[in-house]
C-alpha cells in the first residue's frame, strides 16, 4: 500500500510522484490547509479508510501522514 498511498497523494495535491518522498515536510508543498483537507477527504475515499482529526496530531512529513493512512483501523466503537 506503500507506493500505492504515495501515488494516490501525489494525484490528489497535483504534483509529480517524484517531487517529494515520505520526509518531504507537508509544508514545503505549498498545499493550503483547506485544499489539505480535500486531499484528506479524497484519500480516505480512495482508500477506504477513516481518520479523526486527532490521528493527525504530530503529523508533520509525508511519511507521517502516510503512516495514519496506514495503520490498522481500529473495530468501531460499540453504541
Known amino acids: ?3 500505492d498511498f504515495m501515488s494516490r497523494f501525489a494525484a ?3 504534483r509529480p510522484r517524484d517531487s517529494f518522498d515520505a520526509a ?3 509544508r514545503d508543498l505549498d498545499v493550503d490547509s483547506f485544499a489539505l483537507v480535500d486531499v ?3 484519500l480516505q475515499e480512495e482508500l477506504g479508510v477513516r481518520i479523526f ?5 504530530g503529523v508533520e512529513t509525508v511519511g507521517d501522514l502516510q ?6 483501523t ?3 466503537h460499540p453504541s
Open 67 to 72: 503512516r495514519v493512512f496506514e495503520r490498522p
Open 53 to 57: 482529526q486527532e490521528d493527525l496530531a
Open 1 to 3: 500500500m506503500a507506493s
Open 74 to 76: 481500529p473495530p468501531p
Open 40 to 42: 484528506l477527504v479524497r
Open 24 to 26: 518531504t515536510s507537508i
Open 12 to 14: 490528489a495535491i497535483g
